[in-house]
């Protein structure tokens, strides 16, 4: 999992993966475990004063390109009030998946570990109630079949996208009531 912000540089000017990251309404909450330790999820700090029953459903976010997967979690952070775990490895995102709540997994379809359609296969069955959107830059039409198997399936995007089809996206697949609120308005 790798971090929006806050990259640190280390020395001849090689830069050293992020620390991993979580959003809640009181803003940005970093866990400084490195990358090689496996598979964890920052938890969001709830703030003084409020306790909550269930845990607040999250965005999940999962590309292979590191500086996509901080855009997007940076534009989601700044437009929804929701946590949001961003992963640039499909297998450690099916990792984290059973320690996060779940409400819209967005999976690029073309990653090196697995594509997305397997991703999705592997992710439903352990975020069951999640909704799935997946991104490409590529053409999906060949394998529509394949994509209209999958159940969870709600929505693609075609890459390049700005932060309101994406915002839009994610809130118009929220399973349930509970869909975040959009910050700034």
């Not at 901080?70 to 998946?97: F, K, S, W």
């Not at 159940?151 to 089809?165: C, S």
């Amino acid at each position: 999992m790798w971090i929006i912000a806050n990259r640190q540089k280390a020395r001849k000017g090689v830069f050293l993966p992020a620390p991993q990251i979580t959003q809640d309404s009181c803003g940005l909450h970093f866990n400084e475990a490195p990358a090689e330790s496996g598979p964890t999820a920052a938890q969001p700090v709830t703030p003084a004063g409020k306790q909550s029953q269930e845990p607040r459903r999250s965005i999940v976010i999962v590309d292979d390109e590191q500086s996509y997967v901080e855009l997007m979690a940076q534009m989601i952070a700044d437009n929804l009030d929701c946590p949001v775990h961003a992963y640039t490895r499909p297998l450690e995102a099916l990792g984290g998946l059973s320690r996060i709540s779940a409400g819209v997994v967005v999976t690029d379809y073309s990653m090196p570990q697995m594509d997305g359609v397997e991703f999705i296969k592997r992710a439903s069955k352990i975020a069951p109630k999640a909704a799935f959107i997946m991104i490409s830059g590529h053409d999906l039409d060949p394998i529509k079949d394949d994509l209209a198997r999958l159940r969870r399936l709600k929505m693609r995007l075609q890459k390049p996208f700005g932060w309101k089809p994406l915002t839009e996206a994610v809130l118009k697949v929220w399973p349930g009531a509970d869909a975040p609120a959009q910050r700034g308005s």
